[in-house]
Structure formats: structure tokens, C-alpha cells
């Protein structure tokens, strides 16, 4: 079964580093999605993307995150500087269409820890 | 926005029903969602209601809904040691977004 993979599982940065989180959405899904997860806290919506720009995005997703889908597999997202609050679980997810019968498929998260 | 809420911890013995409650507060909301996640994995679909439905049922997973009360409900039957993870509700309004709960850790006990 197609699924969402993405990498690195656990990354460790040191604050006012730039990170990429890396996701390969399932082939032929059309709408990308990043969501975080504070320890302990309730999943949020970050930023949807389709057709290679970004749809929409939550208050969280300010200057200092941006996305890309670089080369028509992957979708990254990238941190510029990051801060301690920053350090969350990642995670990426797909939707085939925005059809009333399709979900979004999620990966298995990147653990972003700021130091 | 819409907020999602739901009970943090839930407790069963194996063999026992399990259910999971959730509300929510936007009205325009389409679909709910419920998710489970196991220790150190994703996001797993578990099943999904329509919003002009209130009862769906898949094998051992019944989800009410009460849509006047915004109340959604996860009951699963016959609840196993496997059943043991973090579920999550989740609502989809007219923009596509997921807006999560809380979560709630269902323990079960052999």
C-alpha cells in the first residue's frame, strides 16, 4: 500500500540553525500538508500546498518557514533559523483531491529537537 | 477557529468496549476524522463520518455523531491490547484543513 515517508525520523539542531524537513507524498496525490505536534499538545495545521504554491496557512507558519516541492516527488519544509519552541514532532500528509471521499494519508513524523 | 477537545485518559480491561468522546465547535465542519497513533508512528485513518450522517459503523468501530450537540463518539467493541494507543479526533471544515483534539491514551488492561 502507497504511504508517506519521511526523513530524517529525529533531527537534533542547535537554535538559529536552518533545518529541512523532508517528505515524499504518496505519487499521484495532488494537495501536500504540514502539521506539528508540540509534546504533549494538540496536532495543528501549518500550511497546505497545491499546484506549487502554498493554499493556506495557520498563524504558526510566519517568515520563518517556507515550502517547497523541489523536484515533483519530494515536499520540504524548511526552517530558517530555528527556535527552542520550534521542537515539535513534524508531520507531512498527502490528499489525492480535495473530493469528498478522500482523506489525507499522513507520514510517520520528523522529531525536531532545538537546542 | 475551530477547537477540538476531547478527554486526555481512558482506561478499559481487554474484552470491554472503549469509548472515546470528542466535541468540537464549528458547525460548518464536513467531515470528523478519527486517528490512531501508536508510540512512535504516524497518524493511522481509522475511519471517518460525513456530517449529515450520525452513525457509521466498520466492523468494531461505531461512530456516533451528534451534530446538534457537536458531539462525536469512538466506540470500539471488544477492545484488545493492540487497541492501546493515543486516538485523536479530528475535524475537516469547507477549507480542507484538519483541526485535531487533544488526544486521548486509551490503556487497555489484560
Known amino acids: 500500500e502507497p504511504e508517506v515517508t519521511q526523513t530524517p525520523s529525529h533531527q537534533v539542531t542547535q537554535m538559529g540553525q536552518e533545518v529541512i524537513l523532508r517528505c515524499v507524498p504518496i505519487s499521484n496525490h495532488l494537495y501536500f500538508y504540514w502539521y506539528r505536534q508540540i509534546l504533549g499538545q494538540k496536532v495543528e495545521f501549518l500550511v497546505s500546498?497545491?499546484?506549487?504554491?502554498?493554499?493556506?496557512k495557520s498563524e504558526i507558519f510566519d517568515d520563518q518557514f517556507s515550502v517547497e516541492r523541489p523536484d515533483g516527488s519530494n515536499f520540504t519544509l524548511k526552517i530558517r533559523s530555528t527556535k527552542l519552541e520550534d521542537s515539535a514532532m513534524y508531520f507531512c500528509?498527502?490528499?489525492?483531491?480535495?473530493?469528498?471521499?478522500?482523506?489525507?494519508?499522513f507520514g510517520p513524523g520528523t522529531r525536531l529537537t532545538v537546542l | 477557529g475551530e477547537d477540538v477537545e476531547q478527554s486526555l485518559f481512558l482506561s478499559v480491561r481487554e474484552g470491554d468496549s472503549s469509548v472515546i468522546n470528542c466535541t468540537y465547535t464549528d458547525s460548518s465542519s464536513t467531515y470528523l476524522y478519527w486517528y490512531k497513533q501508536e508510540p512512535g508512528a504516524g497518524l493511522q485513518l481509522l475511519t471517518y463520518i460525513f456530517s449529515n450522517m450520525d452513525m457509521k459503523q466498520d466492523q468494531r468501530l461505531t461512530v456516533l455523531l451528534n451534530k446538534k450537540d457537536k458531539h462525536l463518539s469512538l466506540r470500539i467493541a471488544d477492545t484488545q491490547t493492540g487497541d492501546s494507543a493515543i486516538y485523536f479526533c479530528?475535524?475537516?471544515?469547507?477549507?480542507?484543513?484538519?483541526?485535531f483534539g487533544t488526544g486521548t491514551r486509551l490503556t487497555v488492561i489484560p
Open positions: 500546498f497545491y499546484n506549487n504554491e502554498i493554499s493556506e
Open positions: 500528509a498527502s490528499k489525492l483531491t480535495t473530493g469528498t471521499t478522500d482523506t489525507q494519508y
Open positions: 479530528a475535524s475537516e471544515t469547507g477549507a480542507n484543513n484538519l483541526f
